[in-house]
């Protein structure tokens, strides 16, 4: 069983900066897109960023051109840079595979405690 472990959370004023990370327990990323999802209470978690094997990235539209998604295969981790962030952009951020880089079905059942993003002055 993969276990995922996301990091790099906090509370960051509107227009601030965050970079979150996701750790793999073994070595699977190097064969699969991988993706950050985020989700807000009452809501389903929503793909608002993926990155393939061999670097083509995809952003939701909410996001783009504000966040960046990265990859080191070698550390079995996947970054997401998040700059001038919105307080709409409040939420707890996923990692997992997502099955093609504009969403569907993760790969994985079983998801990670998540990171607690939270924008407010």
């Known amino acids: 069983q993969v276990q995922l472990v996301e990091s790099g959370g906090g509370l960051v004023q509107p227009e601030g900066s965050l970079r979150l990370s996701c750790a793999a327990s073994?070595?699977?990323?190097?064969?699969?897109?991988m993706g950050w999802y985020r989700q807000t209470p009452g809501r389903q978690r929503s793909l608002v960023a993926a990155?393939?094997?061999?670097?083509?990235?995809h952003y939701a539209d909410s996001v783009k051109g504000r966040f960046t998604i990265s990859r080191d295969d070698a550390k079995n981790t996947v970054y997401l840079q998040m700059d001038s962030l919105k307080p709409e952009d409040t939420a707890v951020y996923y990692c997992?595979?997502?099955?093609?880089?504009?969403?569907?079905?993760?790969?994985?059942?079983?998801w990670g405690q998540g990171t607690q993003v939270t924008v407010s002055s």
């Open positions: 997992n595979l997502p099955s093609h880089i504009t969403g569907g079905t993760p790969r994985l059942s079983s």
């Open positions: 073994r070595n699977i990323f190097s064969n699969y897109a």
């Open positions: 990155i393939t094997t061999t670097g083509i990235t």
